[in-house]
């Protein structure tokens, strides 16, 4: 590994890091291990891809059941011009490589934001930015495609119109079943609706996952505020990978991708630049929180409506 990863290791209130020949309690190495993938995608694909797996495989090592990589994994273009040319439908080549490293690492792989030619891209040229889950066998088991975009002009970052060569995704998807919990899909921009987020929580959710790249001025100022606010309000773990460093002369993303637990403390972190950390998700802790803070059962419709509908 060539991120001096060991230093940038961080895990949760139960799994502090600890000299490997030191024995750790049995019920901390009981619960699903995670890890949350920091990197800088450029516009060369193969390269993103050797980062990303080395990534992958050291977490696969240190023992993780799911390893989440941030929005743009696959690559960050230039322009829209070549991030159309540079995309590709699921069923092509780097997806299948994406497959081949969960199998051989046997281990779950959130995929937090791949450019996707969709069924409709001969008609619209346009693309989705599709947050791909596959199991440890490579099996595709949930595609979530981003249904809010990224549309903002925010002063002292630059323009950012995601429409230009993204379709807006059509519906949420169900929470799904992992070894680390039940997951519900978002991606970046998403974070900033807590409709969604209340949805997935409504209908199982007990991990909220928002792989970004956000930009230098908003991640300073909304990141963790945002991220730890969804936590708190849903009562899920919530897990950010994220884009960090200068992607290419026209864009550089904050990074910081990090666990937050479902009482809003952030008990994992990235260090600057590419790495990962580790978190471990402990599902009795969330059940015993919602047992005695039980918003969901005070929650007053019959006032302001159902916010965030239960998914069907």
């Not at 990863?5 to 019920?27: G, Q, T, Y």
């Not at 930015?129 to 925010?154: M, P, Q």
């Not at 949420?172 to 680390?180: C, G, K």
């Not at 708190?232 to 200068?246: D, H, M």
Request: some cysteine.
């Amino acid at each position: 590994m060539t991120f001096g990863l060991r230093k940038r290791l961080s895990e949760e209130r139960s799994f502090r890091l600890m000299p490997r020949a030191m024995a750790i309690s049995s019920s901390s190495c009981e619960l699903p291990l995670v890890a949350v993938c920091q990197v800088t995608s450029t516009p060369d694909k193969q390269q993103n891809f050797k980062t990303c797996a080395e990534l992958v495989r050291e977490a696969a090592r240190l023992g993780a059941c799911l390893a989440f990589l941030p929005e743009a994994f696959d690559f960050i273009a230039r322009d829209p011009a070549e991030t159309l040319h540079l995309s590709e439908p699921l069923g092509g080549k780097l997806l299948e490589e994406y497959t081949q490293l969960a199998r051989e690492c046997g281990l779950w792989l959130s995929l937090g934001g791949f450019h996707e030619r969709g069924q409709d891209w001969e008609q619209t040229q346009k693309i989705y930015n599709c947050h791909v889950l596959l199991n440890s066998k490579g099996a595709v088991v949930a595609t979530y495609r981003k249904t809010h975009l990224c549309d903002v002009e925010i002063p002292g970052q630059g323009p950012m119109c995601e429409s230009n060569s993204t379709m807006p995704g059509p519906s949420l998807e169900s929470p799904v079943s992992t070894p680390a919990g039940k997951i519900g899909l978002a991606v970046c921009y998403d974070m900033r609706f807590p409709e969604l987020s209340l949805a997935l929580a409504q209908a199982g959710a007990e991990i909220l996952t928002y792989p970004s790249a956000f930009g230098s001025v908003t991640g300073p100022a909304h990141w963790e505020v945002l991220l730890r606010a969804r936590a708190i309000e849903t009562q899920c773990y919530v897990v950010a990978a994220a884009q960090c460093g200068r992607h290419h002369e026209k864009r550089a993303s904050y990074g910081h991708s990090m666990v937050v637990d479902p009482w809003g403390t952030v008990v994992a972190r990235c260090s600057e630049g590419p790495g990962l950390c580790l978190a471990r998700i402990d599902l009795n802790y969330l059940r015993q929180l919602r047992q005695h803070l039980p918003v969901f059962q005070h929650r007053r419709p019959d006032l302001y409506g159902n916010l965030g509908h239960p998914l069907s």
